[in-house]
């Protein structure tokens, strides 16, 4: 069965720089999802990826998906106090449901 | 704005109480999934349904039943609650295009 793979577990950056979280699948990727969860809530839906190459941008997030569809980076830039959260991957299981990565967890300290 | 709203926020329930957790969503999709979230192990799915009536099972069905009368509606319920399934437990719906929304999520502990 596919895993998903997340990469950093946890990240603590200072406000201002910049930062990447990595998700790695062991099969090809048809569907690859963003998310962020504040703690204790429910996830919110960043960005949608299915093209090998494609890149999407919502505010300071970009997120990419490799040409070989097997890896995932969302790139955030001059991160902000309220960038802080958990992010999930998530990968289209054959189109029944979503797998997930364990999730980032990112603290940015002001 | 798509809206998936789940009936508690938290709910705090005995050893053997059934328990209900229903999540409604409000743009007509056919997909809806239950999810529970635990640390260390991620999201894992529980139950999904693709239409009224329909029910497919999960990585972690047992211990849970699900119900779809009604295409925005779909439950989840516990039969005998028990202190492993205190959890998060979170609904899904999947739109056309391929995104899937969740719902806020009901925070239960089973004592």
């Known amino acids: 069965s596919q895993e998903l793979e997340q990469s950093p577990q946890s990240l603590i950056v200072q406000e201002g720089k910049n930062l990447t979280i990595n998700c790695t699948s062991s099969?090809?990727?048809?569907?690859l999802y963003w998310y962020k969860q504040k703690y204790g809530e429910g996830l919110i839906f960043l960005m949608m990826?299915?093209?090998?190459?494609e890149e999407k941008s919502h505010e300071k997030i970009t997120a990419k998906l490799d040409e070989k569809k097997q890896q995932s980076s969302l790139h955030i830039t001059a991160s902000q106090p309220s960038h802080a959260g958990i992010y999930l991957c998530?990968?289209?299981?054959?189109?029944?449901?979503?797998?997930f990565g364990k999730g980032t967890t990112l603290s940015v300290s002001s | 704005d798509v809206k998936v709203t789940q009936s508690s926020r938290y709910l705090v329930k005995r050893t053997g109480e059934k328990v209900f957790l229903e999540c409604v969503q409000d743009?007509?999709?056919?997909?809806m999934f239950w999810y529970r979230q635990d640390p260390g192990l991620g999201l894992r799915l529980i139950y999904f349904?693709?239409?009224?009536?329909?029910?497919e099972k999960g990585d972690i069905p047992e211990g849970y039943s699900v119900s779809r009368e009604k295409k925005e509606r779909f439950s989840l319920i516990l039969e005998s609650a028990s202190t492993n399934q205190t959890s998060m437990y979170l609904c899904?719906?999947?739109?056309?295009?391929?995104?899937?929304?969740f719902g806020p999520g009901t925070r239960l502990t089973v004592t």
């Open positions: 990826l299915q093209k090998g190459g």
């Open positions: 998530g990968a289209d299981d054959a189109g029944t449901a979503l797998i």
């Open positions: 743009m007509d999709h056919e997909n």
């Open positions: 899904a719906s999947w739109g056309l295009a391929g995104e899937q929304y």
């Open positions: 349904s693709y239409d009224v009536k329909m029910k």
């Open positions: 099969k090809t990727l048809y569907g």
